[in-house]
């Protein structure tokens, strides 16, 4: 698939509009890039094991990613949750699962 830019969120904040309701908001680090490809045969095995199926795996250098639970593919403005990572030295790959309209399907992190 190729190179990719992402988001990632890194916090939550708040914006209060003239009045006086308060929105939640979530603060990303943009412009992260990334390479996406498919999951292999034996990643779709190991992730229908754990209950889930792999949409897209992004890696990026291992200094983007700190946890998160999930990242934005600005390519697509699509959101997909991380289900599991891996390194390899520098890089780290996102293993990830796309929301189904926007949605968490399980908060709970694999």
């Known amino acids: 698939m190729g190179m990719r830019l992402i988001s990632l ?33 034996e990643e779709e095995t190991v992730a229908a094991a754990d209950g889930y199926t792999i949409s897209r795996v992004y890696s990026t250098a291992g200094c983007n990613y700190g946890g998160q639970s999930f990242l934005v593919d600005q390519n697509e403005d699509r959101t997909y949750d991380i289900r599991r990572t891996s390194d390899s030295g520098r890089m780290v790959y996102l293993y990830t699962e796309a929301r189904k309209n926007g949605k968490i399907r399980d908060a709970e992190r694999h």
């Open 9 to 41: 969120p890194v916090g939550k904040g708040s914006v209060q509009d003239a009045d006086g309701f308060v929105t939640d908001s979530v603060d990303y680090i943009r412009n992260i890039r990334a390479t996406s490809r498919s999951a292999t045969a």
